[in-house]
């Protein structure tokens, strides 16, 4: 059963996305004929005249609008999910400006390392300023939710790319990653390690920049002389991405230089001419040694 107008129209007030004047004012000025009878046709009907989300209807129906507000963040939707958590499209209240935000997940925040890791990310997206990199703008925690606010790209990363149009030109795929490349070694000569450059992490936008995303996996080289490694990982550990990682990455992620970003890059280059991974087996560990014993071939 639909829950009544009153009962949505409670739970979008209490969500903090819109007030009860404005719902009240807005409800007032609505012609008779699209008077919703309940909540699900009010929230349909917010939705057609764009005063909320598709996601934030259904969020807000379900009765979980309080996720919908972050600071001075309000969620507009969702557009991605993995294992630290979900990246949400949002705007800023004042400034009007679209971002992304990476959140935590709760069961990540249970994990000591996890919430390390993502501190780490934020330390290594804070240093970095450049137009072939994403930018960070902010990074906050509200009641205990940690989260990284992002310059928004509207686009496809480049895996996507490949797969709603083929193998790319030469000419085209060689100034995506010589736009990658560019960013890479803004990051490198700010002490910078990437450690998963893959298509899925390069994003192009609808003006055709390709910006470096996702530095959860980077190491932040500590000065010349320093004793002290900041990494995030233990040792033996083996972070990245497989069909794109270097062969000493996989043999010691924690000595993984800028050569390594730049091996992948090159994995990255044979991806966008072929559509193909440069070695493909049945097994992680053959592909993992054809990365360090087998000569690539178009």
Known sequence: MPPTISQFSQRL???????????????????????????EQLARELVRQKRLTAHQASTIYSGKGSSLVLGNYVVLDKLGEGGMGVVLKAEHRRMARVVAI????SA???????????????????????PNIVTAHDADEVNGTHFLVMQFVDGDDLSAVVKKHGAQPL????????????????????????????????????????????????????????????????????????????PEQTLDTKTADARSDIYSLGCT??????????????????????????AVIF
């Open 13 to 39: 007030t209490s969500s903090g996305v819109m007030s009860a004047d404005d719902l009240r004012d807005w409800l007032s000025v609505l012609p008779s004929e699209k008077r919703p009878s309940d909540g």
């Open 102 to 105: 990476k959140v935590m997940s």
């Open 108 to 130: 990540a925040l249970k994990s000591a390392e996890m919430v390390k890791r993502f501190q780490r990310e934020v330390q290594a997206a804070a240093k970095l300023e450049h």
């Open 171 to 246: 000419d085209r795929a060689v100034d995506f990653i010589l736009q990658a490349a560019r960013g890479l070694e803004f990051a490198h000569r700010h002490g910078v390690i990437h450690r998963d450059i893959k298509p899925h992490n390069l994003l192009l936008s609808k003006e055709g920049v390709v910006k470096v995303l996702d530095m959860r996996l980077a190491r932040i080289e500590e000065p010349m002389g320093s004793t002290r490694e900041a990494t995030l990982t233990s040792t033996g550990a083996v972070m990245g991405t497989i069909d794109y990682m270097s």
């Open 269 to 294: 280059l044979f991806y966008l001419l072929t559509g193909e991974v440069p070695f493909q087996a049945d097994t992680m560990m053959k592909r993992l040694l054809a990365h360090r014993e087998e």
